[in-house]
Each structure stands twice: as structure tokens, then as C-alpha cells.
């Protein structure tokens, strides 16, 4: 059990303290109610965004957006600027934060965005002086969703402090920061974790999430308490945004037990390894595609934009082609069409192994030739292994009239001759399913008989 006065409560908090040493939330263990393992935890990610307080309740990165944005309008009510409504949001924005945003009873403004793919400082510059008197916040997202780190991140933020908004950052992509750099330490005032995406379960694993707050010290007192639990939260907490005290308690043991296990070492190897496994890829596709955004050292953060648009013009092939044509080659295909249409947007992170990223790379090569016959005329356009793709063992064992050989079709490179993975239906017609609802019910005949 936890001593309540000590702050290394056992063993795995042991192996944190050398690197993370004077774990400020250690008081927080006073609060009986926590958990001990969620005591931890609050610490830990305190250690690790720089962040005065946590707030574990939001269940996913847009709810902790939603609490961020409450938080800050609490703060501003708290001082009597009601009317502070504005939120800038950069182009390049993930839709939950509009969203959020406009839940949280605020009006968007957009902010342009440079051909790098960074915020265009003049353009936030300018709409920051507009909006001075009504500005409550900016959101931003860093390294940004363009994959590149904002060079001017520090800034951006002392401009929107200028004008009297506070920074929510969407952290999202601490992947990219964790052991490296603390969203405190450059600017932002309250920022959400997607604990499903950094801490541990992969991205893009599916499965519930949990999206936790951190704020500055002059946002602690308003963070959510509970109408049932005592003791949750800022002494002049918002209202509870989930039913739970604290959270996901299914999902929170794992993040507990991840940073417990990798250490503060480990984490920040793991940053580093996520940012050169992008670079990797990034590196090694640049001569068969167009890396959309990079920064000041032609380097991207810990995801990379593939451009595929050309490739329409070119070859009438679309990116949902080349995502089809993965599946063939064993792969299930990367971010599609976000956060530019048309394009594929890779993040390894630090788990896949060089062999791995190298099996990746080695297909969306041999993509780009198959692409290229489209292109020199030597395979029709419509009918081709792109068009067709994913090919099935219907397909297979069918009648075969098509201009390909089955080889091609279902092994084209010999790993997929070792580990194949075989999809079980063909292409089905992208979101027309989604756009055409059909009523699959029976008619109140069916129930005379
Ligand atoms: C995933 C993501 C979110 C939303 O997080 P959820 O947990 O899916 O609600 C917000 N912003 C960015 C940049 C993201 O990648």
C-alpha cells in the first residue's frame, strides 16, 4: 500500500525517480479518494507535459478538448470577461477542435497556414489584434497534424497571450515530445493527452480512449469535480463532463503500467525512435513520392504526408487505389485522405521493427511502378491491379480473364508468399454506404404469420 506522506510508493515509481525526481503532485496522494495507481499517474503525466494539474475524467482526446475549452472559459468568467468567445484555429486543425469549440459555446476563427505547412504567424498575428477583446483562446496542435514542428510554436503563443487568450494545445501528437520537450515550458496553458494514442495502445488500435487534461497552476482551481465524489478537482471546479470520477478505469491501468515499465529512459527513447522511424520512411519513399510538408531541415516530425494527387491526372489512380493495393500486399493501409485530401498520411511510431518499416516502404515502391506502367500506357487504366484491388481467394480460384497474372495479384513480392493475408471481400464502394442508408427491417407483414 501507499504511504500517504511519501512520494515513491513502491517499485515501480522507484524506477521513475532517478529520472523524474521531484514528482511536484506528490501531495495529491493527501486526496485519500484517488487511487494510488491513478495518483500516479497524475503525477507522472504532470512530469511529463510540465503541467501544474491533471484532470484524468475526459474519455477521449475531443473530450478533453471540450473540458480544456470549459476550463478556459471558466477562467475568463472567473474574471469577469463573459464576453472572451473567440477561438482561432489554424487550417490544418483536426475537425474535433472546431467541434469542440462550438460545443464549448465559442466562435471559430480560422487561421491560415503556410505552403510548409506551419501557421501563418502574419495571418494569426493580424486576427489575434482584431479579436483582442473578445479573444479567449487558441487551439494548436504540435508537432501539427501537417507532421512538422511549428519553429515558432513559442511565438505563437506568446502572441495569443498578448491579446489575452490562452493556449490550448491538442496533444495529440505528444508522441513526438514526450522525454524531448513540455507543452508548459513553451506556452500552452492547458493541453489534452490521447492516452490511447501516446500511451500505449497503438494508434489506430481501436478501442475505447481516455483523453486527460494538464493546465497551468491559474487553471487548476477550475478543473471538473464530481457531484458525488468529494475531493475531485479545482475548488471552483466546472461540472463533472463524464459519470466517472476519473475516468476509464479500463483503459488508465494500461498507461499506469506502460510508463511504469518503460521508465523515463524508455519513454523518451521511444519519442526518439517514433520521430527517426517517420524520418525512415519519409527518407526512403522521397524519390517515388512527394513528401507534402517538411520543416526548416527537410525533416518531418513523427508522421509523414505521401502526396498521391498527381497520380489522378497521371494515372487516374486515387488514393483510395493505393490503400486497396496495400491490403494485397499485407498491409492495412495508413491515414486516408486526412489531413489533405488525397493523400496518405504514414505514422509508424516506435513500435514497428526496421524490417517492418522496410516491408512497407518495399511495397508502396513497387505501388509507385505499377502505377508508372498506368502511366506509359501499358496497362489500361481502368482495368489494372490498382483498380481492382484487393484481390480475394474467390478472385482466385474464379474464371481469370484479366490483363495480370494471379501472381501478381495476390503475391507480388515474396513475403507475401510467406505470411499472406488474405482479404475476404473485394472493394466495397468507399462511403456510398454511409451517404445511402438502407432499411434492413421487415415489414410489419413478416410478424402476421
Ligand atoms: C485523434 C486526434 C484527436 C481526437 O482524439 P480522440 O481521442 O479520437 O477523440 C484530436 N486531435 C488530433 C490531432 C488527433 O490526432
Keep these: 500500500m501507499h504511504d500517504e506522506t511519501e512520494c515513491d510508493g513502491g517499485d515501480a515509481t522507484d524506477h521513475l525517480a532517478g529520472v523524474w525526481p521531484d514528482s511536484s503532485l506528490c501531495p495529491r496522494r493527501a486526496n485519500q479518494r484517488l487511487p494510488a495507481a491513478l495518483a500516479d499517474l497524475e503525477a507522472w503525466l504532470a512530469e511529463i507535459t510540465g503541467f501544474a494539474g491533471i484532470s484524468l475524467q475526459p474519455n477521449a482526446g475531443a473530450q478533453g478538448e471540450y473540458t480544456g475549452l470549459l476550463v478556459i472559459r471558466e477562467y475568463h468568467r472567473q474574471r469577469g470577461d463573459h464576453h472572451r468567445q473567440v477561438c482561432l484555429i489554424p487550417q490544418s486543425a483536426h475537425g474535433t477542435n472546431p467541434a469542440s469549440a462550438v460545443m464549448a459555446g465559442m466562435t471559430v476563427v480560422a487561421i491560415a497556414c503556410d505552403k510548409a505547412g506551419n501557421i501563418d504567424v502574419a ?5 489575434a489584434e482584431q479579436h483582442r477583446d473578445n479573444l ?28 489575452g487568450g490562452q493556449v490550448y494545445m491538442d496533444g495529440a501528437n505528444m508522441n513526438a515530445q514526450v522525454g524531448l520537450c513540455r507543452p508548459a515550458d513553451f506556452g500552452a496553458d492547458v493541453c489534452h493527452l490521447n492516452l ?13 480512449g481516455v483523453g486527460p487534461i494538464g493546465v497551468k497552476a491559474h487553471l487548476v482551481p477550475y478543473l471538473p469535480g464530481h457531484s458525488l465524489v468529494a475531493g475531485v478537482g479545482g475548488h471552483q471546479g466546472i461540472g463533472a463532463v463524464t459519470s466517472a470520477p476519473w475516468g476509464s478505469a479500463s483503459i488508465l491501468p494500461i498507461s499506469w503500467m506502460y510508463i511504469a515499465m518503460m521508465g523515463g529512459k524508455g519513454l523518451t527513447r521511444a519519442t526518439e525512435i517514433a520521430i527517426l522511424n517517420a524520418n525512415y520512411i519519409a527518407h526512403r519513399l522521397a524519390g517515388h513520392y512527394d513528401i507534402l510538408y517538411t520543416g526548416q531541415n527537410g525533416r ?16 487516374d489512380i486515387g488514393v483510395e487505389d493505393v490503400a486497396k493495393r496495400l491490403i494485397d500486399y499485407g498491409f492495412h493501409p495508413p491515414t486516408m485522405s ?10 509508424p511510431t516506435e513500435s514497428e521493427s526496421n524490417v517492418e ?14 502505377i508508372r506502367a498506368i502511366e506509359m500506357g501499358r496497362v489500361d487504366r481502368d482495368n489494372n491491379l490498382l483498380k481492382n484491388a484487393p484481390h480475394t481467394p474467390v478472385d482466385l480460384v474464379s474464371d481469370w480473364n484479366r490483363p495480370y497474372s494471379r501472381e501478381q495479384a495476390v503475391f507480388p513480392t515474396s513475403y507475401t508468399r510467406l505470411a499472406k493475408f488474405w482479404p475476404a471481400v473485394n472493394r466495397i464502394d468507399q462511403a456510398f454506404g454511409d451517404r445511402n442508408l438502407v432499411c434492413s427491417c421487415v415489414g410489419m407483414e413478416a410478424y402476421q404469420a
Design 357 to 370: 518499416l522496410d516491408r512497407f516502404c518495399e511495397a508502396m515502391i513497387a505501388i509507385r511502378e505499377e
Design 136 to 163: 479567449a483562446a487558441l487551439m494548436v496542435t504540435y508537432p501539427s497534424t501537417h507532421g512538422v514542428f511549428e519553429a515558432e510554436i513559442i511565438t505563437i503563443c506568446d502572441i495569443v497571450h498578448t491579446n
Design 123 to 127: 495571418d494569426l498575428q493580424a486576427k
Design 338 to 347: 486526412w489531413p489533405v485530401a488525397g493523400t496518405l498520411m504514414v505514422e
Design 196 to 208: 490511447h494514442k501516446t500511451f500505449c495502445i497503438p494508434h489506430g488500435g481501436g478501442g475505447p
Design 300 to 315: 518531418v516530425a513523427h508522421e509523414c504526408i505521401l502526396d498521391l494527387r498527381p497520380f489522378k491526372k497521371s494515372a
